[in-house]
């Protein structure tokens, strides 16, 4: 009886230690989403016919970084998924990374498949309370625009675009399409990859539920990098 009873002990222990350790551990897979946004932000930036102006990233309240697919004859889906950061307008820190997921429709003339990489910089206020949302559709619930590139193309902004978008197409696809872009937080995948439940995006980006965790600090550093840029391009003009 005693050597059952210290059995099952010792597999209850087994059991809750295994359990928190891979509680405890990010899913390789959302960790491999963060690493690629960190790698699509600095093919971007690098790039000088897609660089992102630095003013606008410093100037930025928050970020979505995304990697879209489409497919498609005659009828088109494209879905994908990302991550969303915010910044903290008094401290200037960003927050630890939230995983969303993309969802739209499309019909038209077309065919072909295609990989498109997304940046979408969320500019105002306005911006900022569509990430709010559980979702939300582009160029229905704000302002959007293609954003300009070049070191001082941030001076063709205009004041109420809310949102500004980079995008980089991989693949083949042509024709014309009437669609909507559709973003739709991914609690589930937050909640999986911190180990909390009932965890929101909204408890990520705006509420400092969690830290910022290791395998993100990499992204947020290469934000902060290119924040720099603007800060140095002010010093050069005031020489």
């Known amino acids: 009886m005693r050597n059952s009873r210290l059995k099952t002990t010792l597999s209850v222990i087994i059991f809750l230690f295994t359990a928190s350790f891979v509680f405890a551990s990010p899913p390789r897979v959302l960790v491999k989403m963060i690493d690629k946004a960190k790698e699509f932000l600095e093919d971007i930036m690098e790039a000088p016919d897609t660089e992102i102006p630095a003013a606008l990233i410093e100037k930025c309240r928050g970020i979505v970084i995304m990697r879209q697919y489409r497919a498609g004859f005659v009828f088109g889906v494209k879905g994908g998924f990302g991550v969303a950061l915010a910044k903290d307008e008094k401290t200037g820190q960003w927050s630890p990374p939230a995983f969303v997921r993309a969802g739209e429709g499309s019909y038209g003339v077309q065919i072909g498949g295609q990989a498109v990489d997304s940046i979408l910089l969320i500019m105002n206020k306005d911006g900022m ?15 959007v625009a293609a954003g300009p590139v070049g070191r001082d193309a941030s001076a063709k902004l205009g004041p109420g675009t809310a949102i500004l ?33 009932g965890l929101t995006a909204q408890d990520i980006l705006f509420a400092g539920a969690v830290e910022v965790p290791e395998c993100a600090k990499g992204l947020i550093g290469a934000l902060k990098y290119y924040e720099t840029r603007y800060q140095e391009l002010k010093e050069e003009r005031a020489k």
């Open 129 to 143: 309370e569509m990430l709010i949302r559980t979702k939300f559709k582009l160029g229905v619930d704000g302002s």
């Open 165 to 197: 978008v980079y995008s980089r197409a991989k693949g083949l696809y042509a024709g014309a399409t009437i669609e909507g872009g559709l973003i739709i937080n991914d609690d589930n995948a937050n909640q999986q990859f911190y180990g909390i439940k």
